[in-house]
DNA sequence: ACCTGAACACCGTTCAAGT
DNA sequence: ACCTGAACACCGTTCAAGT
């Protein structure tokens, strides 16, 4: 959240962040803790809490991160946490911030906005991949951390620059980033599944695992009563062909496509 | 889950959870424990714990639904519970199951299958919205429960009326079941936050409280930094406007004309 | 076979007391 | 101003013991 001290970007960022602390605190009921500026090592402050959050929620996955793993982390006890983040929510909100801010949206090509959007939605999943569980923090979230509002401001001038209607733009924004952070998510239930299971790393051992599963959710599929199932028996094959990139990236033309179709037809 | 007794259609069923069993068991490591017929009022089943969690899930939100509040409801310990239920995603799996069922979707009618499949996504929302904090449970599921099963089939029949590409069918079933849970999940997330905050009933009250978030919303919005947030801030009101079925019917809308799209130009 | 009490190893959050 | 120990009121799950 806090980049360079003392530009004219930082104030204005600075005073974004305090609106939108008024907004939060009445929606979770917390006053504000004003951020601190320390960045000494020893020192508690919401950024290393941020930080120990995310790198928790990679390598033990976002339900494992308490208030209490994250203080042991840091070497203190959970009461202390609470004089620089107001509680669980206000902390999800942060990482979220956070994240969010290293996402890069291209300047437009008109010629190319609807690649250049489908690319921005596959960086999306991209970075939530690079961060296991941080988009279950985006759920249910008013997006006013401002690294979320450089995205959508981002978004939409992409989306200007193909000629959609102002009302579609803004919808459409909510639409995209609900899919995009629910893939991540079902694919982030899926990782914790298999997380610390087998003790040594889970990665192609997860990757072998799910191709298994896939296998025997076809045979349950081809194997339906066709009277009762004639349908998704005979479609057994296409209901589960497909790995996570081919399934995302139909949804990504499908939404895309969606855009251009309303746009042409009203 | 149990519907009559001893017809074809329930050993059908029944031969198709038996399958679904032995995919979960490996999925979640537990042993099924089989499932009991009695219904005599005072005893303990399955059916009575989906029951009394689905009730719960109405009235106090998903997060305070836990198996020590279900136990508590029905007069017994925690322990008690898992003599039922393998555990706590068992049970989530079998409310999605038994709410899904209640889903009805039309025979197709090919003049009118686009209709019918944006009916079908509405009436779907509005089934979890009867029944706050049953979307959550869907997250992350492989949906074999037999009353998921029956959707997929009966949305593959309209998608196919359509003309619909088998792939197409497969993979958007996927998207817009994940859209209309993710919608019902962050509704649901708001309505908790505003749960019990207030001693009476929450209904009017919430009604009332969001359209004052959105109207602070809004505020923040267009005071935005222009020079940083030209678009945002220029579209503060398209950003905000329109109320929860407005923005789904977009999103309803955007998906079957997507289908459409992608379907006519390959 | 079904149920239970008690325990284990946890949670988020608060608050009086310290520095 | 910042931090902490201890406590409060909870979790899911297990298991030996009962019926």
Known sequence: MKHVTGSA???????????????????????????RASRSGDRLSADRIVEVAIGQMRDRGYDAVTMRSIAKELGTGPASLYAHVANRAELDQLVTGRICAQIRIPDPDPEHWDAQLRQSLVDMLALYREHPGVARCTMGMIPLQPGVLVVSERLIAL????????????????????????????????RERHLGQDPDEGGTLQHVEQEVVVEQVRNV???????????????AVPMTSGDADDRFGFGVDLLVAGLKALAAQG
């Open 9 to 35: 970007a930082e104030a204005a960022m600075q005073a974004v962040g305090d609106q939108v602390g008024q907004v939060f605190g009445e929606l979770f009921g917390s006053r504000r803790t004003k951020p």
């Open 159 to 190: 989306l200007k620059a193909g000629g959609v209607p102002d009302q579609h733009c803004a919808w459409f924004i909510d639409v995209a980033s609900l899919y995009v952070a629910g893939v991540a998510i079902e694919e982030d239930i899926w």
């Open 221 to 235: 599929f081809a194997n339906l009563p066709a009277e009762h199932f004639p349908l998704l028996s005979a479609l």
